[in-house]
């Protein structure tokens, strides 16, 4: 299985400002994924982060408000933009794994936006 | 549409006691169906997934295509069974493949 890192790994941010998160992985992976989990409710796939290119975003979610790096194999940025309260979530990074259709997680980064 | 269902949020069982933690899918095609576990304070890992038919930690879920069904069962909890667990499946969605569809969880309590 794959090491994932995630910074940082918990944030307390002013309404309106932007957010970075980063993901590292300790092996080269084809497939990235970004995840929501807000306050008791389950995980939500917000984009697939494609190397080389611009990143697939699920419904609902769109790239003027998280837009998304995929510079190369190991490595992927989501950023949370203009936030509000109700951004206040877990963030999540996954990767797949280079044999099998399993994903792995990343630790999260909790963020609350005041 | 791509849906997977967890009835219970919140399960509570006596230690030895057996456990029936319920999942039901909506897809289409042929799906991956899987179980994520998140211990307190630990990130979200895979527990077991149903191409692999394999039993961890005594846990088994068995795939049943005609109910729709893909329960996650053990013969006797123990405490350090409490954790969340989530259903989640895998299919290919507008052309995006393995987009993982989670179920809302559920909540497993063992008392002691």
């Known amino acids: 299985s794959a090491v994932i890192s995630q910074k940082p790994s918990r944030d307390i941010c002013q309404r309106g400002t932007s957010l970075t998160i980063q993901c590292q992985v300790d092996?080269?992976?084809?497939?990235m994924f970004w995840y929501r989990q807000q306050p008791g409710q389950s995980l939500t796939l917000i984009a697939t982060?494609?190397?080389?290119?611009?990143?697939?975003?699920e419904s609902g979610f769109v790239i003027d408000k998280f837009p998304i790096s995929r510079p190369n194999l190991t490595f992927s940025t989501l950023t949370v933009s203009n936030m509000s309260p109700e951004d206040s979530s877990i963030y999540l990074c996954?990767?797949?794994?280079?044999?099998?259709?399993?994903?792995?997680f990343g630790p999260g980064t909790r963020l609350t936006v005041l | 549409a791509q849906r997977v269902t967890q009835p219970e949020k919140l399960l509570s069982v006596f230690k030895g006691a057996p456990v029936e933690l319920k999942c039901n899918y909506s897809y289409s095609g042929s799906p991956e169906l899987f179980w994520y576990v998140q211990y307190s304070r630990q990130r979200l890992q895979l527990l077991l997934r149903?191409?692999s038919r394999e039993s961890i930690k005594g846990f088994t879920a068995d795939l049943n295509k005609g109910e729709t069904s893909f329960h996650l069962k053990k013969p006797f909890a123990q405490e350090e069974d409490s954790a969340m667990y989530y259903c989640a499946l895998s299919g290919s969605v507008r052309g995006a493949t393995n987009k993982l569809i989670f179920g809302t969880g559920t909540l497993l309590a063992v008392q002691p």
């Open positions: 996954s990767v797949r794994g280079r044999s099998t259709d399993t994903q792995y």
């Open positions: 092996s080269q992976v084809t497939m």
């Open positions: 982060a494609n190397q080389g290119s611009e990143a697939t975003y």
């Open positions: 149903h191409i």
